[in-house]
């Protein structure tokens, strides 16, 4: 087991796990550290470790671990972070030089045998839930699928007040946004969700909660954002596993709505369906209480997602169904419904770049 003193921190590494012991005593000390204490990083969350002798205070060393995309929350939402209160940054004086260049280089080594983490471990990097957060303002409280701000404090101003409160269902949320305090004295951390604008000012703006600079205030907020970020790529991650692992043989769950990723498996397998054949329908979330019949499938639309309502004979293929479009016209269809799939981030690059080519091969 090798251990690394910084100046923020303790490295303990036991070939498979960092774990980091955050500096905490003196009033000098980051309040941030203080709130995390501990992190314990598995190897397999690393992609490089970049080790600088020379380049710290008094010509000492500075290190940092790369971690995989989507796994460093706290970078995520921290680019206004000051650098030497980023989580996985340590930085040391000359003389324990050596020291800190044998670990970065068996940290670099274990990291380059470890696998692809899966999505859910960025996970082990946040606090559990619930997590509580208390500014002047109010007080959010996330339970890993809700969000909730309620603007009870002495500074919320009358329009929130009269409000009261705000939820967010973890389906709903894109992203979040932390800023630190400005010249008045203020941050804040805002939802990002899609259909509601950003108010400019943070002080009127429903999807904020405001944080004073007083005690640990902000950085309360800045570890609401890391958490939440976190939790939206697990399910991302859980969502874009599923429809990898997806097959056609499986047996047909019951109709989900669209912000379940079961109903996204089953919706990216008709899109990959439907490259086989011209008569193959795709729905995406969109109206309500339609029903359609196209080619092969009839499909209804209803409040919890499309429902297969029945398999009509198969048509030959020189006799199109009155109605239909060309070709070309499906051909094109079909690509716009994967560039939502790619949107989403349910595709990767490569594979609507793939998809859409064999599409494109058609005409």
Known sequence: M???????AVWVFD?????????TKGWFKSQLFKLLGTLEVPVGLVRDVDFRPGTGRKKGWILNLRLHDRMDPYSAVGAMLDEKFQPFRLTGPAKSELVAEYLADQLRFAAGRAGEPEARAVLSLVPPQPLHVLTSEGIARFEGDRLSLVWSGGYAGGYKRKKQRREF????IDGMEWAPVDDWGWGFVRVLNRGRSVDAKP?????VL???QEGNEIHQAFLLAATVTAHLWAREGAARAAIAAGDGGAEEAPPLGFDDPEWWKRTARSAVDAL??????LNLPGSRGEETSEGDV??????????????PAEVPESTPEPGRPTDTSWIFEQIERL???HAKGLLTDEEFGTKKAELLDRI
């Open 2 to 8: 090798d251990e690394l003193r910084g100046e923020q």
């Open 15 to 23: 070939s498979e796990t960092v774990r980091i012991r955050f500096e």
């Open 169 to 172: 269902d973890l389906a709903e």
């Open 203 to 207: 002080k009127t703006d429903l999807n």
């Open 210 to 212: 405001r944080a004073g």
């Open 276 to 281: 086989r054949g011209p008569r193959i329908t």
């Open 298 to 311: 009839s499909v209804e639309i209803g409040e919890d997602g499309p429902a297969v309502l029945e398999t």
């Open 339 to 341: 560039g939502d799939l």
